[in-house]
């Protein structure tokens, strides 16, 4: 079957994403600046308290608000630190392997990789039943394609509030956006009770 582009799916490569996420995270600051405004003017004694239990990457998201913020955080030596490492580590396991990515280190690895012939596939996924099934069947297929690196990245995170347009595959290589599946379920011939052959005969056609 030919991929599919529709609904709120990608619609370019990997700066459309980006900056579908990027919107997205501006959108949800300024409803969270709004309910925290409202909180405070009804309980002006009593201040929100704040989530404490954030990582050095998530906070650091969550600050962004401009290309110059980017910049100043591509600077700071212990996010620094932490992306060489994180992206070292997707690069000794990240072959044959299906592995968790936030939508910056799956930009980062498609952008490394944009002078060679390595494929890169990403699975966007929620919780719903699809999602599980098609990871599950993912992971068990992988393992047969040495030369693929396959990451994992939750929809949500990168802007995509529509249950029904997920599990999504992206498929890049060189750099170049090669397959955009949106709603991965509808490739195969029984949406709900899909089989792992059927994800190891689509995995094929992305990969070749």
Do not use: W
Request: glycine content about 4%.
């Amino acid at each position: 079957m030919a991929d599919f582009n529709h609904h709120a799916g990608p619609q370019t490569g990997v700066k459309g994403v980006i900056a579908d996420y990027q919107q997205a995270q501006l959108e949800q600051r300024q409803r969270q600046e709004q309910e925290a405004a409202a909180a405070k003017a009804a309980q002006p004694h009593y201040p929100a308290p704040q989530n404490v239990d954030q990582t050095l990457f998530t906070k650091k998201e969550h600050e962004l608000s401009s290309d110059e913020d980017l910049d100043d955080l591509d600077d700071d030596p212990v996010f620094k630190e932490y992306r060489e490492a994180r992206l070292a580590e997707l690069h000794q396991t990240g072959f044959g392997v299906l592995k968790d990515a936030t939508p910056d280190e799956y930009v980062d690895m498609v952008d490394q990789h944009a002078q060679s012939d390595v494929s890169i596939v990403v699975v966007l996924v929620n919780t719903s039943r699809a999602s599980k099934r098609l990871v599950e069947f993912m992971q068990a297929e992988v393992g047969t394609f040495t030369n693929t690196m396959f990451l994992c990245v939750q929809a949500s995170e990168c802007g995509f509030s529509d249950p029904h347009v997920v599990p999504i595959i992206l498929g890049y290589r060189y750099g170049e956006l090669k397959h955009n599946i949106v709603r991965v379920v509808d490739q195969f011939a029984d949406p709900i009770n899909f089989e792992r052959q059927h994800v190891a005969k689509l995995l094929g056609k992305v990969c070749q």
